[in-house]
Structure formats: C-alpha cells, structure tokens
C-alpha cells in the first residue's frame, strides 16, 4: 500500500492519492486511486415506538458522533410542521408535539452537521409505531 503497509485491507480516512502493488512470481501489477474522502458514518433510524416499554422510546441519530463539530436536527409532520428541534447530538424526540403524543405515520427529518471541516446535510424519512 502507498503507506507501506503489506495487508490485504487499506482503511482510508482522508482524501488523496493511494496506491497498492502486488508481486508474485509472474511479475508486479500497481494500481492508483484518487479518493475524495467524505464522512458517512452517520444514519438516522427508520422506525422507533415511544410507548414507554424502555426500547426504542427515543428517536435520535447513530454513528460516530465524535466526529462531529457542529449539529441540528428537525423532525417535521407531513404537512410540514416542525415538531422538534435540537442542537445537541444525545438528545432525542420522544414522539410528543406540545406534550401530546403524536399519531403512527410517517415523519421527516433534516440534519446539518459538520464533520472533518466540512459542512453537510442529511434528510429523509422514518415511521412512528406506537
């Protein structure tokens, strides 16, 4: 690998230039990759119940939060209300609106973070289940 390790995976983090080279006894084969590095460890899960049962009561994102530097996140209904907004990554919606328990369907999300200096946006969708 361009770093001169020799094993048979190659973990990148950052953007560049990287390459491998292989030797048998037919000869050696190089190859170089240019990788534009972007920060996806993150996801948002697609379903959670806040019916009070200690699983799954709280809906908030996954992944490697220590990564980021900056956070906000909005759940919306399908009419486009916001229903719930944060700036700390541990916390959570617990599925309430003005302390009233919102109905099973199908809710929105928008997250803006940045991670390794770069700014980014993730939205989509989940379903509550009570």
Do not use: H
Request: hydrophobic content about 30%; some cysteine.
């Amino acid at each position: 690998w361009s770093d001169g390790s020799g094993g048979k995976s190659f973990n990148i983090t950052q953007s560049g230039t990287y390459w491998s080279t292989i030797t048998n006894d037919c000869g050696i084969a190089t190859d170089t990759i240019n990788v534009q590095y972007k920060f996806c460890d993150i996801w948002f899960p697609n379903a959670f119940t806040p019916n009070g049962d200690g699983k799954n009561d709280i809906l908030r994102v996954k992944g490697s939060l220590n990564e980021f530097s900056e956070y906000s996140q909005y759940i919306f209904n399908r009419w486009g209300e916001m229903l719930y907004k944060t700036e700390t990554l541990t916390d959570g919606w617990d599925g309430n609106y003005k302390n009233v328990p919102q109905e099973n369907g199908t809710y929105f999300y928008m997250m803006y973070y940045k991670a390794n200096g770069k700014k980014e946006m993730l939205k989509g969708d989940f379903q509550l289940i009570r």
